[in-house]
């Protein structure tokens, strides 16, 4: 993507996190339907299969996992974890070449994973995405449908250890139902926000 023209803005390293089923996904696909310059969406590397409607290089890399673990031994991920038995990992060469561009990065990872890139890049910027209520978040479940019953119960136990941790964020944004318009303005008016921020954040990798 094109370089922001805004010469007060300092590129970011935007990490947003939240419970399974929030709707961190799509959240990320209208801030890049939205076509606005200066940002560099992160596609992470994952050895799950694609869900109906994702597109590799798109919504994820989708690879082996032997081609994982060839990228961990050749030190091409910035970070990377298992989760719920599949592996997904940050590879490190897009974060540098949109911050030598200029561009704001926005990586999208789990609650564990933002933690590890907060270690990774101390002046990371933290946005945790939080549902209006559980019941919201097991109707996203559901409605997913790729899930078992195990499986979804699960993911909302964890979702329930995740909120909790909510305060180890910079901000916290509740992801209102019929409201996704609202949810990325909210979010994209923080990152302009701490990006004009003095003194600013000095992201290196």
Same mark, same amino acid.
């Given at each position: 993507?094109?370089?922001?023209?805004?010469?007060?803005?300092?590129?970011?390293?935007?990490?947003?996190?939240?419970?399974?089923?929030?709707?961190?996904?799509?959240?990320?696909?209208?801030?890049?339907? =939205?076509?606005?310059?200066?940002? $560099?969406?992160?596609?992470?590397?994952?050895?799950?299969? %694609?869900?109906?409607?994702?597109?590799?290089?798109? /919504?994820? $890399?989708?690879?082996?996992?032997?081609?994982?673990?060839?990228?961990?031994?050749?030190?091409?991920? *910035?970070?990377?974890? #298992?989760?719920?038995?599949?592996?997904?990992?940050? %590879?490190?060469? #897009?974060?540098?070449?949109? *911050?030598?561009?200029? /561009? $704001?990065?926005?990586?999208?990872?789990?609650?564990?994973?933002?933690?590890? *890139?907060? /270690?990774?890049?101390?002046?990371?910027?933290?946005?945790?995405?939080?549902? %209006?209520?559980?019941?919201?978040?097991?109707?996203?479940?559901? /409605?997913?449908?790729?899930?078992?019953?195990?499986?979804?119960?699960?993911? *909302?136990?964890?979702?329930?250890?995740?909120?909790?941790?909510?305060?180890?964020?910079?901000?916290?944004?509740?992801?209102?139902?019929? $409201?996704?318009?609202?949810?990325?303005?909210?979010?994209?008016?923080?990152?302009?926000?701490? =990006?004009?921020?003095? %003194?600013?954040?000095?992201?290196?990798?």
């Amino acid at each position: 993507m094109a370089k922001d023209t805004d010469s007060k803005s300092n590129p970011l390293v935007v990490v947003i996190s939240g419970p399974s089923g929030v709707g961190k996904d799509v959240m990320i696909d209208r801030m890049i339907e =939205s076509g606005r310059l200066g940002f $560099h969406f992160t596609v992470t590397v994952t050895t799950r299969d %694609p869900r109906p409607g994702e597109q590799d290089g798109i /919504n994820h $890399h989708f690879v082996s996992v032997d081609d994982f673990v060839n990228m961990i031994a050749s030190d091409d991920l *910035l970070e990377w974890a #298992q989760v719920y038995g599949n592996y997904y990992g940050v %590879p490190k060469k #897009q974060v540098r070449e949109a *911050l030598a561009a200029g /561009n $704001h990065v926005i990586i999208r990872v789990d609650v564990q994973g933002a933690k590890r *890139l907060s /270690n990774i890049i101390p002046e990371a910027f933290l946005i945790f995405i939080i549902p %209006p209520s559980m019941d919201v978040l097991k109707k996203h479940l559901v /409605n997913r449908g790729v899930d078992t019953e195990a499986e979804m119960t699960k993911r *909302l136990t964890a979702a329930n250890h995740e909120i909790r941790q909510a305060s180890l964020f910079d901000f916290t944004v509740t992801n209102k139902e019929d $409201h996704l318009d609202e949810t990325v303005n909210k979010v994209l008016e923080i990152i302009k926000s701490e =990006s004009e921020r003095i %003194p600013p954040r000095k992201v290196s990798i």
